[in-house]
T-cell receptor
Framework: DAKTTQPNSMESNEEEPVHLPCNHSTISGTDYIHWYRQLPSQGPEYVIH???SNVNNRMASLAIAEDRKSSTLILHRATLRDAAVYYCILSLGGGADGLTFGKGTHLIIQP | NAGVMQNPRHLVRRRGQEARLRCSPMKGHSHVYWYRQLPEEGLKFMVY????????ESGMPKERFSAEFPKEGPSILRIQQVVRGDSAAYFC???????????????FGPGTRLTVL
């Protein structure tokens, strides 16, 4: 499976935007980029996914580099409830597979 | 629309006992996945099932662990003769049938926290 690299942790202030980077230099042409997050003591939660174009939903935006070797999850206005571990995951679109979770980025939000 | 349900939420077993973890997928979902999260570690994929079929069990330990997803009823993850190292959070996820769109968006349950004494 193609691998992703994320910073271990990031810190941000409440009500400010947060940009969470992910490198995936070995991504293949059919790999989707998924982001999940896991709040303390909860199951993972789907955030957003994309293939080539930037994507927006009510939770976040996903900016994908033109060469697809990296992507950035953008939380436009972080709240304390966004404190979680964020996982960037590649998976083959069109088929259902087990997800490969790395260590993710531990996002700390300061009030 | 109820989400993925798992029960029990907490399970305590003594070494050598059996643990049965249940997962009811979201309505209309036909794919079920099980993951394990050991303390202070990331989630590891264990098994992927569709109704009455195991599709991928590449992450399942070779012994004592089994999973099923019968035609009727929830998916069951069964751990026989539990050991202390089995203490972990076990998460179930489900996804819709392929005809509904990309199938790799998974919806997770709250998990079952297994403690082996």
């Amino acid at each position: 499976d193609a691998k992703t690299t994320q910073p271990n942790s990031m810190e941000s202030n409440e009500e400010e935007p947060v940009h969470l980077p992910c490198n995936h230099s070995t991504i293949s042409g059919t790999d989707y980029i998924h982001w999940y997050r896991q709040l303390p003591s909860q199951g993972p939660e789907y955030v957003i996914h994309g293939l080539t174009s930037n994507v927006n939903n009510r939770m976040a935006s996903l900016a994908i580099a033109e060469d697809r070797k990296s992507s950035t999850l953008i939380l436009h206005r972080a709240t304390l409830r966004d404190a979680a571990v964020y996982y960037c995951i590649l998976s083959l679109g069109g088929g259902a597979d087990g997800l490969t979770f790395g260590k993710g980025t531990h996002l700390i939000i300061q009030p | 629309n109820a989400g993925v349900m798992q029960n029990p939420r907490h399970l305590v077993r003594r070494r050598g006992q059996e643990a049965r973890l249940r997962c009811s997928p979201m309505k209309g979902h036909s794919h079920v996945y099980w993951y394990r999260q050991l303390p202070e570690e990331g989630l590891k994929f264990m098994v992927y099932l569709q109704k009455e079929n195991i599709i991928d069990e590449s992450g399942m330990p070779k012994e004592r662990f089994s999973a099923e997803f019968p035609k009727e009823g929830p998916s069951i993850l069964r751990i026989q003769q539990v050991v202390r190292g089995d203490s972990a959070a076990y998460f179930c996820a489900s996804s819709p049938p392929e005809v509904s769109g990309p199938t790799d968006t998974q919806y997770f349950g709250p998990g079952t926290r297994l403690t082996v004494l």
